[in-house]
């Protein structure tokens, strides 16, 4: 089973702060005169956007709880895969179960 990774605390701070510093300097390539006022309020707005991604990445793992990932796959049991049928066999189960569901939908229209 594949474990999810989760970056630590320090992690996300050095990335937050790292991206911070990369909009910062990029919306003050062409500003001239670089005021304080310009460069933190550009700082604050991407932490903010920041911290509401995160939150919104926390609420939404919270609500529906960590995936659960089965990547094992079995191989066949010495060999044995399981009894083959010709495609037109197995077209025909499709068919027929296919039949079968379009029959049971329309009952439960007919009820209603």
Known sequence: MVEPVFWSPWENATV????TAIVVTAASLR????????ILGWAGGTLLLL???AAAWTASRNQQGQPSIDLRVQAPLAGYAGRT?????????????????????AAN????
Do not use: Q, W
């Not at 189960?93 to 079968?100: H, Q």
């Open 85 to 105: 049928e010709s495609l037109e066999e197995y077209l025909g189960a499709v068919r027929s179960a296919a039949s079968k569901a379009e029959r049971a939908a």
């Open 16 to 19: 937050a702060v790292v991206l």
């Open 51 to 53: 911290a509401a991604t």
């Open 31 to 38: 500003r001239e005169p670089r005021s304080a006022r310009f």
């Open 109 to 112: 229209r007919a009820r209603r």
